[in-house]
């Protein structure tokens, strides 16, 4: 289960205070996957970093009782001057797992074939998004979070296997994914919120969602 309790959080412009949440109070369960929509410029990525950890609220309670993945594409594990080989391991190690396997899998998914062993530095951004998302489904979650904001990858054998293995993963975990098109969200989740006002509004179906999500784009 991961839970809101009362919580705030804001950003200072330089001419305005932005909010995203304004005592939210929710609950996602495990095996309930959830899609969250709101605009582009809403707070989307602040949201979900603060589901994973990686923000702080303002004011108020974020409690996990569960494994609670980073987002999908999130490198701030990963050292640059390593190689990925090098980030498997060590990260391995960080989360109690075999390296060897870690290391075997991701090698495996990325398809880097002599990058692997090369400075995770010098990877494009395609193949920095292949090494994280391959690093995401090595890790075995609970719950995974994606932001649609972060870096795809253009490879279509890679597309194709880690959205196999995710399709597998999410048969027995939970997945909670925001973005600002509807239409990225039916494939993964049944149950949908809408972000608006910094309050998340939360539906027993996305379709019930997008009524909300419409009006607000809209009006």
Known sequence: ??????????????????????RASFRVELGNSL?????????????????????????????????????LGFMGGVENTLSAMENCRFIARIYGLDPDYVEAFCRWLCGLEEYFDMPVGTYSTGMRARFSFALLLALDFDMYLIDEGMPGS??????????????????KATVIIVSHQPGVLERLVKSAAVLKNGQLHMFDTLEEARVLYDYQTQG
């Open 154 to 171: 253009t490879d279509v054998e890679f597309n194709r296997k880690a959205g196999e293995i995710l399709r597998e993963r999410l048969e």
């Open 35 to 71: 899609g969250i929509l709101a605009p582009n410029g809403t707070g989307k990525t602040t949201l979900i970093n603060m589901m994973s950890g990686l923000e702080k609220p303002d004011e108020g309670t974020i409690r996990r009782s569960c494994r609670v993945s980073f987002p």
């Open 1 to 22: 289960m991961l839970e809101f309790a009362e919580v705030s959080k804001s950003f200072w412009t330089g001419t305005q205070r932005k909010v995203i949440l304004d």
